[in-house]
Nanobody
Framework: QVQLVESGGGLVQPGGSLRLSCAAS????????MGWYRQAPGKQRELVAQ???????YYVEDVKGRFTASRDNGKSTVYLQMNSLKPEDTAIYSC?????????WGQGTQVTVSS
């Protein structure tokens, strides 16, 4: 049984930082690409960052220079370090493991950026 469990969300002031974690089980983590997505209220889910099984990372323009994705294959965990947070970053953040046509999703963790 595959499980992805996110943690690390919360309430933070604008300009603050958070680090999200996504712990995977039930897969050979090092074989899988990982992605971070977010869904703001009333909006569609959108890609934030991807980190391949080669460790190559991709970021959408809006978070470049502020967010950093990393992975620890020994811990089967992917991270998203989020700095210089803005109110518009408020969303539920979810991780996704994908390989070929197969993907798995976590339940998500709420990030709220507000003063």
């Amino acid at each position: 049984q595959v499980q992805l469990v996110e943690s690390g969300g919360g309430l933070v002031q604008p300009g603050g930082s958070l680090r999200l974690s996504c712990a995977a089980s039930g897969i050979i983590f090092s074989d899988w690409h990982m992605g971070w997505y977010r869904q703001a209220p009333g909006k569609q889910r959108e890609l934030v960052a991807q980190i391949a099984n080669t460790n190559a990372a991709y970021y959408v323009e809006d978070v470049k220079g502020r967010f950093t994705a990393s992975r620890d294959n020994g811990k089967s965990t992917v991270y998203l370090q989020m700095n210089s947070l803005k109110p518009e970053d408020t969303a539920i953040y979810s991780c996704r493991a994908y390989k070929s046509i197969t993907s798995y999703w976590g339940q998500g963790t709420q990030v709220t950026v507000s003063s």
